[in-house]
C-alpha cells in the first residue's frame, strides 16, 4: 500500500479523535481501510504458502490449507 495511503487512514483517525468524520470522509477512510486489510491477507498468504513444517525425523511438509 501506498506510503501516502496510509497516511491518510492516520489522518482520518486523528480527525475522528477531535470531531465526527463528515459522510464522505467515512466512505473514504472504510475504502482505504478494506485496501489495506485484503493487500495485509495477501501478503500474509503469500507467507504461509511458503512456510515448510519439519518433523523431527528431519522431514519437511509443506502447510496445507483447511478444507
Known amino acids: 500500500m501506498e506510503?501516502?495511503?496510509l497516511e491518510r487512514i492516520n489522518e482520518l483517525?486523528?480527525?475522528a479523535k477531535e470531531r465526527e468524520l463528515t459522510a464522505e470522509e467515512?466512505?473514504?477512510r472504510d475504502t482505504?481501510?478494506?485496501e489495506y486489510i485484503a493487500e495485509w491477507r495477501?501478503?500474509?498468504m503469500q507467507v504461509l504458502d511458503n512456510t515448510y513444517i519439519q518433523?523431527?525425523?528431519g522431514k519437511k511438509h509443506k502447510l496445507q490449507r483447511k478444507k
Open 3 to 5: 506510503n501516502s495511503k
Open 55 to 57: 518433523t523431527p525425523d
Open 13 to 15: 483517525a486523528h480527525i
Open 26 to 28: 467515512l466512505a473514504e
Open 42 to 44: 495477501a501478503g500474509a
Open 32 to 34: 482505504l481501510r478494506k
